[in-house]
Each structure stands twice: as structure tokens, then as C-alpha cells.
């Protein structure tokens, strides 16, 4: 993969851009603990990086109203709010190579599971938001990570079609939602490198160092 081969870059948000599942894991908790529900680790480390509609299903079963699985979804949210600026941090060298992507001429979305509102606060956070005008939050979908309908959307508004951008993606879920849509993918991070994500990607680093590398990028 060459950059001059796409139009666009289109990066998830936790775990790819900044490292944010902490905070959700705990206000996760802190919601399912006031109703006196315990959740093994395994169910907290199945639902990384994807949306809270599935989670919750997950938890409290398929039946849940959706008036009940809204409102707790507003509750974890809230809890988010309050850790997130508390815990979130950027991954190292995720800004710099986003902005190294953007001199080169590429259109620079992001694709994320979370929230319109921490999605704009994380950007805001890392300096980014004025590059990354194109943000597509699954919450606001009817399907979520890892139905492709959160890339095909981001696409749409791109006005690309999947053989023009590349994503970039630290959790599974994330990575069948973008190889789904047709896009080129990248695979970032310790999790990336496990062979669940191989037959997905169209290469795998540990870091943006590694990234750079390929690109030839300072």
C-alpha cells in the first residue's frame, strides 16, 4: 500500500486514535452494579469496540425494550462523560500521523462506536478536529460495529467507494465492519497481531512507528 493510491484515511476512534475502553469498562460497571449485576471479564473484553446496544443485549438479553435499553445506554453514558476526560489518553503518534496522512492530499474521517459527543471531545483533545470534519458514530445507526452500515455510511459521506480509502483499526469487531465494506484495512496494535485479525488485514503493526515505516513516513 502506497497513500497516493487513496483518497481517504478513515480511523476508528478507541483504541486506534486514543485509549478510552477503561473509562467505558468502568462506567459499564458502575451502571450494571447499581442493578446488582456482575459481569464476567470475558463479556467486558468481547464487546471492545463495538456499541452499547449489543452489549446490553448481551447482558440482559435480547428482549430487553428498547425504551429500557436507551435509557441504560444514557446511563452509561453519562458515567462516560465523567471518566473519560479523567482517563482518556492519545495513543502515541496516532496526531502526527494523521497529519502526515492530511499534507499528503487524503480526506481524513472517523468511524467510531461511540457517541457523536465524545468523538468531537476526543479530537478536540488531540488538536485534530479542525482535519477531521467527517465523523460517523454507530450510535447514531441502526446497526453498529461489526455490521459494515458504520464504514458504508462514513463512505457515503465521503462520496468514495471502498477502493479509494483504507481504514485503520485496533479490535475485531472494527476490522469486519471495514474489511465488510470493501476497504483496505490496517491492523494496529497488540490485538492486531493475533491471527483472528490476518486473513482481514491488509498488513498489521504494532504503532504508528511501524505505520510510518511502511508509508515512508518520517
Given at each position: 500500500m502506497i497513500l497516493s493510491d487513496y483518497r481517504a484515511a478513515i480511523f476508528d476512534l478507541d483504541g486506534t486514535l486514543v485509549l478510552s475502553e477503561p473509562a467505558w469498562e468502568e462506567a459499564k460497571r458502575r451502571v450494571l452494579a447499581r442493578l446488582g449485576i456482575a459481569v464476567p471479564q470475558a463479556v467486558y473484553d468481547a464487546f471492545v469496540?463495538?456499541?452499547?446496544?449489543?452489549?446490553l443485549n448481551e447482558v440482559l438479553g435480547p428482549d430487553l425494550p428498547d425504551a429500557r435499553r436507551t435509557d441504560l445506554a444514557n446511563q452509561i453514558g453519562a458515567e462516560a462523560d465523567i471518566l473519560l476526560p479523567q482517563l482518556r489518553q492519545a495513543v502515541p503518534g496516532a496526531?502526527?500521523?494523521?497529519?502526515?496522512?492530511a499534507e499528503a492530499g487524503l480526506?481524513?474521517?472517523?468511524?467510531?462506536s461511540?457517541?457523536?459527543?465524545?468523538?468531537?471531545?476526543?479530537?478536540?483533545?488531540?488538536?485534530?478536529?479542525?482535519?477531521?470534519?467527517?465523523?460517523?458514530?454507530?450510535?447514531?445507526?441502526?446497526?453498529?460495529?461489526?455490521?459494515?452500515?458504520?464504514?458504508?455510511?462514513?463512505?457515503?459521506?465521503?462520496?468514495?467507494?471502498p477502493d479509494k480509502a483504507?481504514?485503520?483499526?485496533?479490535?475485531?469487531?472494527?476490522?469486519?465492519s471495514a474489511h465488510a465494506a470493501g476497504l483496505a484495512v490496517i491492523g494496529i496494535g497488540a490485538q492486531a497481531q493475533t491471527q483472528d485479525f490476518a486473513p482481514l488485514c491488509r498488513f498489521r503493526v504494532r504503532d504508528y512507528r511501524g505505520l510510518?515505516?511502511?508509508?515512508?513516513?518520517?
Open positions: 469496540g463495538r456499541g452499547l446496544r449489543g452489549f496526531a502526527a500521523f494523521v497529519n502526515r496522512v480526506a481524513v474521517a472517523v468511524c467510531s461511540s457517541p457523536s459527543r465524545h468523538i468531537v471531545a476526543a479530537l478536540d483533545q488531540l488538536g485534530l478536529s479542525a482535519l477531521i470534519p467527517t465523523r460517523v458514530s454507530g450510535a447514531d445507526l441502526p446497526r453498529g460495529k461489526p455490521d459494515p452500515l458504520p464504514y458504508l455510511e462514513t463512505l457515503r459521506r465521503l462520496g468514495l467507494s483504507f481504514a485503520v483499526e485496533d479490535a475485531l469487531p472494527g476490522v469486519r510510518n515505516s511502511h508509508f515512508g513516513l518520517p
